[in-house]
């Protein structure tokens, strides 16, 4: 079956780069699209990015400049970036398949992200 694994520091300090890596398995990454979404406490789901079936990546608006999606099809993982973090950043962190267009049709657990000195 599809699982998705998201890894990665649990304790980020400000100003510093968050990045964690999702690890796919029971499908290959380069036929679909996957997305990065997270969820502030006591907020709503927010979508960050996602990269397509060729490698293009596109951003929030809102998290555009700060944030980097890249794909490695060899270890069928994908990964996230977000530079210059600050303690607005604590979320739970999750990588999906799909898109907000179609839906989200599996999840990682998601992995909680804090951002703090």
């Known amino acids: 079956q599809v699982q998705l694994q998201e890894s990665g520091p649990g304790l980020v300090k400000p100003s510093q780069t968050l990045s964690l890596t999702c690890t796919v398995s029971?499908?290959?990454?380069?036929?679909?699209?996957w997305s990065w979404i997270r969820q502030p406490p006591g907020k709503g789901l927010e979508w960050m990015g996602i990269?397509?079936?060729?490698?293009?990546?596109y951003y929030s608006p809102s998290l555009k400049s700060r944030t980097s999606i890249s794909r490695d099809t060899s270890k069928n993982q994908f990964t996230l970036q977000l530079s210059s973090v600050t303690p607005e950043d604590t979320a739970v962190y999750y990588c999906?398949?799909?898109?907000?267009?179609?839906?989200?049709?599996?999840w990682g657990q998601g992995t909680q992200v804090t951002v703090s000195s």
């Open positions: 990269t397509d079936y060729s490698g293009n990546t």
């Open positions: 029971g499908i290959t990454t380069s036929n679909y699209r």
């Open positions: 999906a398949k799909g898109a907000s267009s179609e839906g989200y049709d599996y």
